[in-house]
């Protein structure tokens, strides 16, 4: 593993070096033709660029990104990012939904795959929802969708019934997001279940039996600061107890 | 005259932190010089409520709580402290409308407690990701009868002292100090001693904290690279 670069607020990061090694690269590039994009966690401040969280620095040298990645409990909304949320209360044209952000997200009423005016899903307080953020910004309340609007298919998005939600913080979150997350593939080789896992820090999981589904929400809380290797020995074990 | 712990002049306590030990916080640090301890909590950005709410920025609240009984007029002076020490580090216009919320409690006082808790709050907004400007540190500085300057006192010092003094700085920034806090009488050359003294404590703080958050970062990190 190459050095990791921490940063805390306040540190002034240097984006320079990334500048030059293209100008060495294409002496015809000017300084002020390379853009540098900052993404979270990152600020620029008069003529630096300065770290507003604590975090590991990335940088992607192609397309000159910058961001720092930590590690958060509460969530703040962004654009495209899947979340799961919580019905709490039922509008004129839609559903009032608690995805764990300052504010609760808007969920229309026609934002289901198939919904029409007349036929659209009747969704009661309580109910446990997949969606996907479509609206994020400071100023505005977050809005989500429960479907592809350019495709008008659900995506898997929509409805959980039944099944158990438990909440983990967003680093977890994010690396279960991963297809290859090592302790999702080493619960699927053992037992069949279903899960939704929302950036949000909301997991989602439904099994055959309640046992099942306890067991891989267990195992999931647990994986939060073991690596690939651990997963699997934990998760061997509970299934062994099982 | 040697101090009551023996320490140095110049020598800080014993430092002491942990993060993120409240499970049901956004983010939270104890922090500890000696006997003195203290924990901060940090709830948000949270949804504010209406009364309260401003249009272009976070609202910061903070809720002193004293080690026993309920708070005073002391706490309440406190909680004015850390609330102008950070509203103006915070990234406040990126969450607008929301609630940043820090609850500090006084586990044990012995001294230094402004300080401390101005570090325990410091710590526990890296640990909640708000968004801060820069890293704000602390140190007290207390001049004793016989005119020596002591960093870090305990209680049985500031008890004894003509004066003390807290400073908070804010990292990498040399505009002054954040936080000034001056109690007693004392002459400006006193003053100034104390500031170049606490500015010295306060760097060694930073890169006390500093060593604690790239410990939690890496280990966090390592697992998402495995």
């Known amino acids: 593993m190459a050095s990791v670069k921490i940063v805390l607020p306040g540190d002034i990061i240097d984006t320079r070096r990334e500048e030059e090694d293209t100008a060495q690269q294409e002496p015809n590039v000017e300084d002020e033709a390379t853009v540098i994009r900052l993404g979270p966690g990152l600020v620029q401040?008069?003529?630096?660029?300065?770290?507003?969280?604590?975090?590991?620095?990335?940088?992607?040298?192609?397309?000159?990104?910058?961001?720092?990645?930590?590690?958060?409990?509460?969530y703040v909304a962004a654009v495209g990012e899947p979340v799961v949320g919580v019905v709490v209360a039922r509008h004129g044209e839609g559903y009032r939904v608690d995805i764990g952000s300052a504010h609760d997200a808007l969920l229309p009423q026609l934002a289901f795959e198939g919904a029409t005016k007349r036929n659209k899903p009747n969704l009661a307080v309580g109910t446990v929802v997949y969606g996907r953020v479509v609206v994020a910004n400071s100023v505005m309340d977050p809005e989500i969708e429960c479907f592809n609007s350019n495709t008008g298919k659900s995506e898997g998005y929509g409805e959980l019934s039944e099944g158990f939600m438990f909440k983990c913080s967003l680093g977890l979150a994010r690396r279960l997001i991963d297809t290859k997350a090592p302790v999702l593939a080493a619960l699927g080789n053992g037992v069949p279940f279903e899960v939704a896992v929302g950036v949000n820090g909301r997991v989602w999981v439904n099994a055959e039996s309640v046992a099942t589904t306890i067991l891989v929400a267990n195992a999931i809380r647990n994986s939060e600061y073991l690596d690939a290797k651990q997963c699997r020995q934990m998760v061997k074990e509970l299934l062994e107890k099982q | 005259m040697s101090r009551p712990d023996r320490r140095e002049a110049s020598q800080l306590r014993a430092l002491n932190c942990s993060l993120g030990q409240l499970n049901r916080a956004d983010g939270s640090a104890q922090f500890s010089a000696g006997n003195t301890s203290v924990v901060s909590g940090i709830y948000g950005p949270v949804e504010a409520k209406v009364y309260e709410e401003k249009l272009d920025r976070a609202v910061v609240e903070v809720k002193f709580r004293p080690d026993i009984g309920a708070p005073t007029t002391k706490d309440k002076w406190m909680e004015s402290a850390i609330r102008n020490t950070f509203e103006r580090e915070i990234l406040a216009h990126l969450h607008p409308r929301t609630l940043v919320q820090i609850v500090v409690q006084l586990r044990e006082g012995d001294g230094s407690v402004d300080s401390a808790a101005i570090n325990a709050t410091s710590l526990a907004l890296v640990d909640a990701g708000i968004p801060l400007k820069c890293m704000v540190t602390a140190?007290?500085?207390?001049?004793?009868?016989?005119?020596?300057?002591?960093v870090d006192p305990t209680q049985e010092e500031i008890d004894a002292a003509?004066?003390?003094?807290?400073?908070?700085?804010?990292?990498?920034?040399?505009?002054?100090?954040?936080?000034?806090?001056?109690?007693?009488?004392?002459?400006?050359?006193?003053y100034n001693h104390c500031y170049d003294l606490c500015a010295l404590a306060t760097e060694r703080v930073l890169a006390f904290m500093r060593t604690a958050?790239?410990?939690?970062v890496t280990k966090e990190a390592k697992i998402s690279a495995a």
């Open chain 2, 162 to 190: 003509r004066s003390t003094h807290t400073f908070a700085f804010a990292s990498g920034s040399p505009t002054g100090p954040l936080y000034v806090d001056s109690r007693g009488e004392f002459t400006m050359d006193e």
């Open chain 1, 45 to 74: 401040s008069s003529e630096s660029v300065s770290a507003v969280t604590a975090g590991v620095l990335h940088s992607n040298s192609e397309t000159n990104r910058w961001w720092v990645a930590g590690n958060k409990r509460r």
């Open chain 2, 139 to 150: 140190a007290t500085c207390a001049v004793l009868s016989d005119d020596t300057t002591v």
């Open chain 2, 213 to 216: 958050i790239e410990g939690k």
